[in-house]
């Protein structure tokens, strides 16, 4: 016997096919509103994976898509006479989730993003219920109805056209005129085996906001010991002199392998540097470098940087079952934010050396650590919980202190490790810049000025162990772009190509201009 669900304010359930009829229009544009980002994806990576690669996340999209009309079919069938206000907030919604890194990064970030302090969710929500308003208002209107349809069709079918495309070109070239994979691995093998390249493994630690040797001494902090740890271990000081005092123009200049902004130019986003750069259409030149020396670039990120990147492998991915592919894939997206975000291994090197890996020594691979600390939040004693008081103040003195001895028994403890799994590889200790505080505890009141300040703030720790056959290139005061020069090479065994030594200054309170300090 059937079953009839009723009550005094709902009808009987619309029937599914019946629902599918009545309601084509608004699942038409859900469709292709959804699944138009899986063909961009595809698409824009269709040299690089396979189909069988695709399956997941194509899979967990349709299992998204199908939960979605679930929701929507018993909403409708409970509130049939807000259906088109149900149909408008779901279509809005999905949007915002597969396009969130347009919204969000492109939109909010890069053309609304004026004070720092604000809080981008509470835009994301009023252009979400403003998008919902304007969208039930032209729905009115029947013309607008009928290109909303378009749209969103075209959306679709313009990638999924160009993949076919794609796909006939790579069926139809000649066989026998594609190399084989043998023979690039052959070459591949060629080129590593060359003598003028090395092969040693490179490992790039980089500390956020770790002091200089003269800054440690203004704070009446010794770091002998790490320093005679460093020295011990062979590894070479090549001066303290920052490239730029912000994190994302440091990092962008050693993936750009010079000077991004100098002084007097301006800028109105941080689209151009790290991390965004490492996501843009095309590759940073130290990554281009690095594939022409058949080197493996991987990456160890944090909570601020992230891990999951288009030019990089990712050294401490999530731990969830999702593929690389589908980590790539949502990473783009508004569940990025809740279901991956929270499974990353932000503590770069504890990630590195926690993991089950097997080291082959000389096996051409770059490992880049972005660690966080001493950057704030600061670390308690045990240096595995987080200080409440300094999730984002560099104060106190005290706090700092503590995570920079946190930092130095991480980095000691990856440096022996290394000596022992990988004694050929060539190492960089470095920070991007110093801190950011000049309160009463640190500096003394004569110190209270702006240029004792700023030099605080470029003065860095910049250490690196490298072979002997390389040492005829070390110069003195070398900087983070020219290090990351020479150790390129190095690699190579040919003389680098140094730049000017400079610092420049990226001001916060007037973002985007930079000045050179002199």
Not at 11 to 21: G, Q, R, V
Not at 93 to 121: Q, S, T
Not at 321 to 327: G, R, V
Not at 397 to 406: A, S
Request: glycine letters at 4%; a neutral charge; aromatic letters at 16%.
């Amino acid at each position: 016997m059937g079953i009839i669900i009723k009550n005094n304010q709902m009808k009987e359930l619309t029937m599914p096919i019946s629902f599918l009829k009545k309601y084509s229009y608004y699942i038409t544009l859900i469709l292709f509103i959804s699944f138009a980002p899986y063909f961009v994806f595809y698409n824009h990576n269709f040299e690089q994976i396979t189909f069988n690669k695709t399956i997941q996340p194509l899979m967990l999209l349709s299992l998204l898509v199908l939960f979605t009309f679930v929701i929507l079919y018993f909403l409708i069938n409970i509130f049939p006479k807000y259906y088109k206000l149900i149909f408008a907030s779901s279509i809005i919604f999905l949007i915002f989730i597969v396009n969130f890194d347009y919204i969000y990064i492109d939109l909010i970030k890069k053309e609304l993003w004026v004070d720092p302090d604000f809080n981008p969710k509470l835009m994301l929500i009023f252009i979400y219920l403003l998008s919902v308003f304007i969208f039930l208002n032209l729905l009115k209107i029947k013309f607008l109805k009928i290109f909303f349809l378009f749209y969103s069709i075209f959306m679709l079918v313009i990638p999924a056209l160009e993949l076919s495309l794609k796909s006939i070109n790579n069926s139809e070239t000649d066989i026998q005129n594609k190399p084989k994979a043998e023979d690039f691995l052959a070459e591949r093998k060629d080129a590593i085996n060359d003598k003028s390249i090395l092969k040693e493994n490179v490992y790039f630690i980089l500390l956020d906001g770790y002091a200089s040797k003269k800054t440690f001494s203004r704070m009446s902090f010794n770091n002998d010991n790490f320093y005679k740890y460093l020295e011990k271990s062979n590894f070479k000081n090549l001066g303290d002199n920052a490239a730029y005092n912000k994190t994302y123009l440091a990092l962008g200049g050693i993936f750009n392998l010079s000077y991004p902004f100098v002084d007097g130019d301006a800028y109105n986003n941080r689209m151009s540097f790290f991390p965004d750069s490492l996501n843009n259409n095309k590759k940073p030149p130290l990554i281009e470098e690095l594939d022409n020396l058949q080197y493996e670039f991987i990456f160890y990120g944090n909570f601020w940087s992230g891990c999951l990147f288009r030019h990089a492998k990712c050294g401490n991915p999530p731990k969830v079952f999702l593929t690389y592919e589908s980590i790539i894939f949502f990473s783009r997206t508004l569940l990025n934010g809740y279901f991956f975000k929270n499974g990353l291994q932000y503590d770069a090197i504890s990630s590195f050396l926690k993991k089950d890996k097997k080291i082959k020594i000389q096996d051409s691979k770059f490992h880049f650590f972005h660690h966080l600390s001493p950057h704030p939040p600061y670390l308690k004693n045990d240096c595995r919980t987080v200080n409440s008081k300094s999730l984002k103040s560099w104060e106190p003195l005290e706090d700092y202190l503590v995570t920079v001895n946190c930092v130095n028994s991480l980095v000691m403890e990856l440096i022996s490790y290394l000596d022992k799994n990988d004694p050929s590889a060539i190492i960089i200790i470095q920070s991007d810049h110093g801190p950011r505080t000049i309160s009463s505890n640190l500096f003394q009141a004569t110190d209270f000025d702006g240029d004792v300040y700023l030099d605080n703030e470029i003065s860095i720790l910049n250490t690196i162990k490298s072979p002997k056959k390389c040492d005829k290139w070390l110069k003195n005061n070398l900087g983070p772009i020219n290090t990351i020069k020479f150790i390129l090479g190095c690699l190579k065994q040919e003389e680098p190509i140094y730049l000017e030594e400079k610092t420049f200054i990226g001001d916060t309170e007037d973002f985007g201009n930079i000045k050179e300090f002199n």
